[in-house]
């Protein structure tokens, strides 16, 4: 008998059951009420909570996903910890991914796509990526929480081909620092990235010289970290030899205390002062001498006349 009821019948049946999932128990009943109540399924999931956006995205359904947002989903629920924009990139769902971000311009200018701009970046998700970057009005220099863009984390992961998506578009910021002040080219030059250094080097906006919260630049982090490529290509790019850390110490100072001999030799070639003077009035060759390093106390002697009045120990 309940099989011959008038469609508008079961449509007011629907509406008294308010609940999504009373009405999603009716619609899985039978093939007509699939068909008759199936969109008021998803108009009411819409203004209840928006679970149907939610699973239908996580589990790749591009034709429920579409459902969804035409029934009024929304596309950013605040209820969720993991935003449907998210939950797309991180799956690789790049039909999905470009139906979202039509769907609500407002991701273009928030967190979300921030968010899901350095997931793509962070799990090499190159396709996902360039379809974030093809939006119009899209703003690569989102920052997260803590400051970090996605061409940051390139920098950092070392993805060569998710830098190179980046630098192209439009607008984008080599020099944006986080909230530590740290650049894509700090981050590469601390992790050894040679192919991202060179890269973020032959941008013409690039800023090379730019320190972190501590006071030290990509050079310093180079050095520090052994990397002498990477300390060939800033030399290159023209960076500040003579930038000081801690207790005035320079990158020469700094590669003498670290007994990287090939380094100090690129440092003085490049023009690096060993008569510079740390706080206490040592030079490089006070520390070399003083630890007993004959092979860099006879670079630094044969780099420059050395000063009288400099300590010795």
Known sequence: MLRHLPNELWLHIAELLQSPEHINSL???NR?????????LYRCDARYDGWALYWATDCGQYESVQKALAAGAC??????????LFIAARNRYEDIVQLLLAADDRILQGS?????????????HSAVLKRLLAVNGIKPNLQGSDGRTALSWAAQKGHTDALKLLLAVNGINPNSQDSDR??????AARKGREAIVKLLLDTATIEPDCPDYSGWTPLIHAVFNRHEAVVEFL????VDLEIRILDEETPLFLAVMLKAEKIVQLLLDNGANPNSQDIDGWTPLTLARRKGHEGLVKLLHSASKITSNSVEV
């Open 112 to 124: 979300d796509l921030c968010t899901a701009l350095s997931l793509a970046v962070q799990e090499k």
């Open 235 to 238: 030399l290159a790019a023209g």
């Open 27 to 29: 619609v899985r009943s």
């Open 32 to 40: 007509r009420l699939y068909i008759l109540l199936n969109p008021y």
């Open 182 to 187: 740290k650049t894509a080219l700090w981050h």
């Open 75 to 84: 596309s950013q629920h605040p209820a969720k910890l993991e935003t449907h």
